[in-house]
């Protein structure tokens, strides 16, 4: 018993001796805790900041002119394309073996993206079964995040993935992932069609909805408790609701008198302003300064400026088996998803021959790689060119399903009818086999893949333009 009292002595002298110390200085015991805090906010700050000068601008696109219209994830540096990632192959690498023979048979697209690129939500129909299937993946882990079955049609997607709403039995619902609950909308003193207000659009921050209803006004409604925040009436017809681009803005559209005619709506005042006539698919762009469309009269895509309200032509974000990919959505994100890429890199080009260069224009083989439609590469001897190679290095033994080239110098029709395209083309591979393409302006895939470190393109016919001998090539990516 002495020696626990005299235990418990000391330690009672050495807490009071602490105390004493505590009363006398109170930061005796903080200043090395707080130069420690301080050094890890400074390096917190330091990741942060690298993270968001790394962020780079992307879209998610769809190929036009197909039932089943494939899709692209697709980094832009202004109007150039760096990179591509087919949406496809994203599904295909992320799902487990398990679910690849679980969903085998369904039809899977993309639902949307989170803006910072960190979560993508695929939407799988399961049609011979009439189920819908939503599956949530982080891409940074690879990770399935979440998964869930709503009913038979396709749903509205909040922008952070965790409210979709849907349709059953004419009723309209929003399921909320965090608590997994479905509640059906019901909305005091306005009139409510199921399909209207299918077509509306969540708000940036996930907070609120928007539709139109019959009586022509587009109606804003607090998701939370569904409280009506706000009615604006549109004189002019029934609007759609294409984009709602940031807080107190949205992209809407009315078909007028046989006119489509878009504009941009100020929800805080409700002023309007005319965008356009006869644009499909309106997008804004992430900096709010431009507007991307789809001419309705016209296979191309297209820019508004929206401060000076001029129209220029928008080059092709991507080309998909002769298809025109629209973007739907961008995001910005410092993931660079190259785990996923479905692009083979090239390590080296080389070709035989170049046509000299005319002022700042550049005709050499590097115009290949750069994803501009409006450089090219041209062959540079006497002649239509036949014969005039092609160098692709791979740097290393690569397994290469396909290439996709754009043939002739298609920075304009003009330059594309003066210029040769190439007619027939052989590729030949370092396991010394070969083959020969005709078919061009699509994504080729091979019969089989091909295990090779180079393939050289050679020439041998060519399609003569209509006032140069120049035989020219656009664009090539492999895959």
């Known amino acids: 018993m002495k020696i ?40 917190s700050d330091k990741t942060e900041l690298a993270k968001e000068n790394s962020k780079k601008e992307w879209a998610l696109t769809v190929e036009e002119g197909k039932e089943d219209p494939a899709e692209f994830l697709v980094q832009l540096e202004g109007s150039k394309v760096e990179r591509f990632l087919s949406a496809e192959k994203l599904i295909s690498l992320l799902q487990s073996k398990e679910d690849k023979e679980k969903y085998r048979d369904s039809y899977i697209s993309v639902g949307r993206i989170t803006d910072d690129g960190n979560q993508i939500a695929f939407v799988l129909d399961l049609f011979k079964e009439a189920r819908l299937i939503i599956q949530i993946y982080d891409l940074d ?15 509205v997607i909040s922008s952070d993935l965790t409210k979709y709403l849907y349709e059953k039995k004419d009723k309209a619902y929003i399921y909320d992932t965090l608590t997994d609950q479905s509640t059906a909308i019901q909305l005091d003193g306005s009139s409510i069609d199921v399909d209207d207000i299918h077509q509306g659009q969540f708000s940036p921050d996930s907070a609120q909805f928007c539709f139109t209803d019959s009586q022509q006004n587009i109606v804003v409604f607090d998701v939370a408790d569904y409280r009506i925040l706000k009615k604006i009436h549109i004189d002019s017809g029934m609007a759609i609701v294409n984009q709602w681009a940031q807080k107190n803005q949205l992209i809407y559209s009315i078909d007028s008198m046989s006119v489509n005619k878009t504009y941009l ?24 300064s431009e507007l991307w469309f789809e001419k309705l009269d016209s296979p191309s ?64 083989a590097k115009n290949l790689l750069d994803r501009d439609t409006s450089t090219a590469w041209c062959e540079g001897v006497k002649g239509n060119g036949e014969g005039e ?24 029709e003009k330059s594309y009818r003066e ?3 190439v007619q027939k083309l052989k590729l030949e591979f370092s396991d010394g086999s070969s083959l020969e393409m005709n078919d061009f302006n699509t994504r080729k895939k091979f019969k089989e893949p091909i ?25 090539l990516r492999l895959f």
Not at 23 to 32: E, I, R
Not at 272 to 284: D, I, N, Y
Not at 336 to 354: G, Q, W
């Open 141 to 155: 882990s690879g990770n399935k995040a979440n998964e869930f079955e709503l009913p038979y049609n396709h749903p």
């Open 301 to 364: 895509n297209y820019k508004l400026n929206i401060n000076t309200g001029l129209e220029s032509k928008a080059a092709s974000i991507t080309i998909v088996d002769g298809n025109m990919a629209t973007p739907v959505q961008w995001f910005y994100t410092a993931n660079d998803f190259s785990k996923y890429d479905s692009e083979i890199k090239v390590n080296r080009i080389k070709a035989s021959s170049s046509l000299a260069s005319k002022g700042t224009q550049t005709y050499n």
């Open 265 to 288: 709506l100020n929800l805080k005042n409700g002023e309007e302003h005319l965008l356009g006539k006869g644009m499909g698919r309106p997008l804004m762009s992430r900096d709010r």
């Open 4 to 43: 626990i009292r005299n235990i418990l002595i000391i330690i009672f002298l050495i807490v009071l001796v602490a105390c004493n110390a505590f009363a006398k200085d109170p930061t005796a015991f903080s200043s090395k805790t707080v130069d420690v805090a301080s050094e890890v906010v400074k390096s």
């Open 451 to 475: 295990h090779t470190s180079f393939i050289k393109l050679t020439i041998l016919s060519v399609e003569r333009g209509a006032k140069y001998q120049d035989t020219c090539i656009s664009d």
């Open 419 to 421: 210029n040769n395209r």
């Open 389 to 412: 190679t092609i160098l692709l290095d791979l740097g290393s033994l690569q397994k290469v399903k396909g290439i996709e080239l754009i043939n002739g110098y298609a920075k304009s």
